[in-house]
């Protein structure tokens, strides 16, 4: 397995996960028929995320968050998003850094959660 050393593994991450997103029966409504997420631009948005985080390449500036409160989605939703994307990353890499995507996809699924949930009065 490899390890995640450069932006081009994050790329490959990237893609590979939405691939993943895209094929899901839950999650590719949600992205593509309620979302209308514009690939073209959202992937480069992705890969300046995931390499910020995970490579310190400081890449990403903006706020994720704001985006996704409008959204009708639940913490299934969250919980479905974060398998994939942990098999995606099971499946393709290994170390540190891996375990690190994997921490990092988690923190940010609970405190949307949470978010959401607190917003709309959902606690």
Known sequence: MKTIESQDDII????TFYQKVNKDE???????NIAKVHWESHMPTMY??????????????GRPFPK??????????????????????DEQFSGDLAKEAKTRASTIAQIFISKIKSIKGEL
């Open 12 to 15: 490959v991450l990237v893609d």
């Open 48 to 61: 300046a995320f995931w390499g910020s985080i995970l490579l310190g390449t400081g890449t990403y500036s």
């Open 26 to 32: 839950l999650l590719s409504p949600i992205f593509n």
């Open 68 to 89: 996704h409160l409008s959204l009708p989605i639940k913490q299934e939703d969250f919980y479905r998003w974060l398998l994939l994307f942990h098999t995606n990353i």
